[in-house]
Structures are given as structure tokens and as C-alpha cells.
């Protein structure tokens, strides 16, 4: 820079270092001056910069040693506020909530879906409402209660034996007016698990990072706890109940209806009427069985595809490893064989998608 450059810079800085000086700031009307006295040393920066060292030094704040603080002062610190801060939810929200609360006749209300939804469909339905409904998210009244009706409901249609016997029943008469709504659509079909354990089945526990514990009890099978002073058998009734619990689970898990290999337990071979998918049965299928035939194929056919998916992806991994172990050793040979590597589920797959819907 020139020194009619540095010249012109230094003014400016003087005058920025004036105008901060007539705002009441110190400190920068003196950078800015010393910053023109290096550029271009001036009769009018040193005679500022006196006049501003002057003044900073009339005004800096004396320091007096801290005193301790009084007893009010002490006294308000210490006091606790008895009034919880209030918590803000939305309008779509609160919506969310009053229409399961207000609205929904049945399970397959309570998820929006139909009584025709694989068990996909209706746990994207849970995934989508449990996030919006969580009480560590909605603040809404009653979002809790909505919550664990969404869950109650996931719960009952995901299980096939238990979604069979609720459709059987079919939907029952509105209930009275003097009857709570929870206990029409709930009663007769709860869930052996809780709402926030099925969340964090599909979320898992930290889902909601800072937010409150939110407790649930288990509604059935629940112990009193043993009192410390109890004898030796109260003490291990807990115990003695996980294990026969444990013992009994196995009763009560209903078997699929179908299998996608044959086996002694499921010899009949039968074909799916869309994607001629191949499954097996039990014998007994055609007289036990009485649910919807069209929902258990599609369940089938996404079930195959599913598998088809991780296969394709299996062999594509290995060919191409196989491959980059070639060029890595720089055997032209075996790479040629790498790239000549088939896939079949891809092509399984990539056929399925072919098929005319």
C-alpha cells in the first residue's frame, strides 16, 4: 500500500474512532487510533487517543471486594418455585389425541388402516402415531391414554391368532353414554405388553433423548412385592414366578400358518394367486384355518420378497469382493470369473418385478 494509501486508511480509522468515542465507546475508539498511528502517525490521532485515555481512565468502574450475600438475597435464592412450568403442545396435536379418544369404533380405527392391512402396513401405522402420540413429545391431555391405545391396538392386530379372534367377534354395540370410551374399544383384547415396552420394541429406549421417564405397568401378571421382613419363600416368589412364566410362554404362541419350505410339519405345497409365490401348509390348513386367505398371501408374498432382498444383496456383496480381490492381486482371470459370478435371487427378484399386476 501506498502512503497516500496508508494516509487515506489512517483518516478513516479516525474518524470511525471519533464516531465510537461520541457513542460512549472506549475501548474501540482507542484500537481504532492505535491502528492510524501505525498506518500514517498524525498530530490529530495522538491528540485523540490522549483525549480518549483520558477519558477511559476517568470513567473505569472502581472494584470493590465482593460482599456476602444478604440474608434476603439468600432466602430467594433458596426458595423453590411451586408452580411446574407449563408444557406447550399444538392444535394437531391435541387433534391427534381427541380422534382416537373420541372417534375410533375399533383397533383398525385407532391405526387408520383397514381390516385388510398386512402386518407392514400396520406397523408403519404404530411407527408413524406412536411418534406423534409419545407423552415425552405430545403434552396434550390425554396424549398418554391415546398412547396406549395405539399400542394396546399394534399389539392385538400384529399377533395373527389374537387378530383372528378379535375379527371374529366383530364390532361391538356403542357404548352408553355413561360408559369411558378407553374401556369400550380396549375391553376383552389387551396386550400382555405395556405401551412403552412395544415403543421401545420398535424405537428402542432412546428414542426420546432428554426426555422425562415415562412409566407404564404392566396391566396382567403383576406381583405384590415381598416385604423385607418376609420368610424365605415370599422372598423367592418372584422367582418362582419368572420361571413358571417362562415354562408357560411356549403354550401360548400361536405357530405360523405357513412356511416358505417344506417340512413334516407343513407338507402341503400351495401357490400364492398374485405373484405365484410357493408356501406350505399344515393338512388341517383347510378346515382350521378361518382367516382372510387374500391378507395371509399378501403377507406371504412381502415375506418372500423380504428374503428375496437379502439374498440378492448377499451375492452381490461376495461378487464384488471376489472381484476386488482380483484387481487388488491383479489376476485378470479371476476377475473375469468374478464379473461372470451369477445372481439368482436378483434375478428372482428382478423378475417378480416384471410380472404384470
Not at 21 to 46: D, H, I
Not at 118 to 125: G, V
Not at 166 to 188: C, F, I, K, N, V
Given at each position: ?197 412395544l415403543f421401545n420394541m420398535f424405537f428402542g429406549a432412546t428414542a426420546f433423548p432428554g426426555g422425562g421417564p415415562t412409566v407404564y ?141
Amino acid at each position: 500500500m501506498t502512503i497516500e494509501g496508508n494516509k487515506d486508511e489512517s483518516d478513516r480509522c479516525i474518524d470511525i474512532a471519533q464516531s465510537a468515542l461520541a457513542a460512549g465507546n472506549v475501548e474501540k475508539a482507542e484500537r481504532f487510533l492505535l491502528k492510524a498511528e501505525r498506518l500514517y502517525p498524525t498530530a490529530r490521532a495522538k491528540e485523540l487517543l490522549a483525549r480518549v485515555r483520558a477519558a477511559g481512565a476517568g470513567t473505569a468502574p472502581k472494584r470493590s471486594p465482593p460482599s456476602s450475600p444478604s440474608a434476603e438475597e439468600v432466602r430467594r435464592r433458596k426458595a423453590p418455585s411451586h408452580q411446574p412450568p407449563q408444557r406447550e403442545y399444538t392444535q394437531e396435536q391435541l387433534d391427534a389425541v381427541r380422534r382416537i379418544k373420541t372417534k375410533c369404533k375399533d383397533y383398525y380405527e385407532i391405526l387408520g388402516v383397514s381390516k385388510e392391512a398386512t402386518d407392514s402396513d400396520i406397523k408403519k401405522a404404530y411407527k408413524k402415531l406412536a411418534l406423534q402420540l409419545h407423552p415425552d413429545k405430545n403434552h396434550a391431555p390425554g396424549a398418554a391414554e391415546a398412547f396406549k391405545a395405539i399400542g394396546n391396538a399394534a399389539a392385538i392386530l400384529t399377533d395373527p391368532e389374537r387378530r383372528k379372534q378379535y375379527d371374529l367377534r366383530g364390532e361391538e354395540p356403542a357404548p352408553s353414554a355413561h360408559a369411558h370410551h378407553q374401556t369400550y374399544y380396549a375391553r376383552g383384547f389387551e396386550s400382555d405388553l405395556t405401551a412403552e415396552e412395544l415403543f421401545n420394541m420398535f424405537f428402542g429406549a432412546t428414542a426420546f433423548p432428554g426426555g422425562g421417564p415415562t412409566v407404564y405397568a404392566r396391566r396382567r401378571g403383576r406381583e405384590p412385592e415381598p416385604r423385607e421382613s418376609g420368610t424365605g419363600l415370599v422372598q423367592l416368589l418372584p422367582v418362582l414366578v419368572l420361571v413358571l412364566l417362562s415354562m408357560m410362554s411356549g403354550l401360548f404362541i400361536s405357530e405360523p400358518v405357513f412356511s416358505l419350505a417344506p417340512s413334516s410339519k407343513y407338507p402341503v405345497p400351495r401357490e400364492t394367486v398374485n405373484l405365484k409365490v410357493p408356501y406350505y401348509v399344515k393338512e388341517n390348513f383347510h378346515t382350521d384355518y378361518q382367516g382372510s386367505l387374500r391378507r395371509l398371501e399378501m403377507s406371504i408374498e412381502e415375506e418372500y420378497i423380504v428374503g428375496l432382498r437379502h439374498a440378492c444383496q448377499r451375492e452381490r456383496n461376495y461378487r464384488e469382493s471376489m472381484a476386488w480381490k482380483a484387481r487388488n492381486f491383479g489376476d485378470s482371470k479371476q476377475y473375469a470369473d468374478a464379473q461372470k459370478l451369477r445372481t439368482p435371487s436378483c434375478e428372482k427378484l428382478q423378475n417378480l418385478q416384471n410380472l404384470p399386476r
